[in-house]
């Protein structure tokens, strides 16, 4: 129905995959994170962010698996991405942090 939907408004096929990525990643990083996210501070957002990041530029190109491993990595990034907007949007953020930080290594970055 939304491919439908978004047809009809004209988007292009390249808008409709975006647009159905986002989505995607949105319910991944839900799914994955959704119940520790509520009480994050930004600092823990933002470690969880750069965490992904330096392990997208950890795939080693030689790998016969590497776009694969690059497109989970992107989807991840974008994920994690779009919620943490989401959250700076709607005042989510906690000031402080309640949860053992699961990103000890980045905590010095």
């Known amino acids: 129905m939304k491919k439908v939907i978004l047809i009809l408004l004209g988007f292009s096929s390249e808008e409709r995959y ?5 989505l995607s990643a949105r319910r991944v990083q839900d799914f994955l994170w959704g119940n520790h996210n509520l009480e994050w501070d930004l600092e823990e957002w933002k470690r969880m962010l750069r965490k992904r990041v330096s392990k997208l530029d950890s795939v080693n190109s030689n790998n016969p698996h590497a776009k694969v491993e690059i497109k989970k990595r992107v989807l991840q990034i974008t994920a994690v991405g779009i919620n943490f907007l ?12 309640n949860i053992t930080s699961n990103l000890p290594e980045y905590k010095k970055k």
């Open 18 to 22: 975006l647009f159905n990525s986002i």
């Open 86 to 97: 989401s959250k700076l949007d709607s005042g989510e953020i906690q000031n402080k942090c």
